[in-house]
């Protein structure tokens, strides 16, 4: 089985998925690490030298390429992987495929990204509050409709990640 993890940037896709993977002792894969691999940049670098345009594609081609795995496996992808390219469809359409929405409220994420945003291409430039509640709230409800799509919706507000890492076991088993 292949466990994807989804949800906004900073909701703790990567972190959270470190340590599920690591409890149900299962591969774990991160599409943004993958393709900063394969394509021998940064996800940053990819956006300022290639464009996004470019990245979505190379996103798209990449997952398709880890959806293929056939061992057990927790995937992270990019807080934009399913609402672009038709990749929630094939998300849901892929056999032996389980995906899981990690639901942060507008608060929480607005306050982690404006601490963690110099890495991400998308908001590294906004630098009040009050400017990252805005941009991330408008965002945000463009990409709830792919997110919710998702089998299974686990929120990460107020929550330890090992918390958060307890309540994904009890909804997938
Ligand atoms: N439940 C939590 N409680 C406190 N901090 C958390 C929690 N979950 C994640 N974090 C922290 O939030 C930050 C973002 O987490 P992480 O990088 O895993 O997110 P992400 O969803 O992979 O983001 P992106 O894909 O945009 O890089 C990290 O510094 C992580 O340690
Ligand atoms: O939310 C997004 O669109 C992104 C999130 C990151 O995970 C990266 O995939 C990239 O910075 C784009
Ligand atoms: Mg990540």
């Known amino acids: 089985m292949i466990i994807v993890l989804m949800g906004y940037m900073a909701s703790g896709k990567t972190s959270i998925g470190k340590k599920l993977a690591k409890k149900l002792n299962y591969n774990f894969l991160d599409l943004d690490d993958y393709i900063e691999e394969k394509e021998n940049l940064s996800v940053s670098d990819v956006f300022?030298?290639?464009?996004?345009?470019?990245f979505?594609?190379?996103?798209?081609?990449?997952?398709?390429?880890?959806?293929?795995?056939?061992?057990k496996t927790v995937l992270s992808v990019g807080g934009g992987t399913p609402c672009y390219s038709g990749n929630m469809n094939?998300?849901?359409?892929?056999?032996?495929v389980k995906s899981l929405y990690l639901k942060a409220s507008l608060q929480t994420l607005a306050n982690k990204l404006l601490r963690k945003r110099a890495k991400r291409p998308l908001i590294a430039h906004i630098d009040t509050?009050?400017?990252?509640?805005?941009?991330?709230?408008?965002?945000?409800?463009?990409?709830?409709?792919?997110?919710?799509?998702a089998e299974i919706k686990v929120s990460i507000d107020d929550k330890a990640k090992d918390d958060v890492v307890e309540d994904i076991i009890l909804e997938l088993f």
């Open 56 to 71: 979505r594609k190379q996103e798209a081609y990449y997952l398709g390429c880890l959806l293929k795995s056939e061992k």
């Open 48 to 54: 300022k030298e290639k464009g996004e345009i470019y």
């Open 90 to 96: 094939i998300i849901l359409k892929a056999e032996n």
């Open 129 to 149: 509050i009050e400017r990252m509640t805005e941009f991330v709230g408008k965002h945000l409800f463009e990409r709830v409709q792919f997110y919710n799509q």
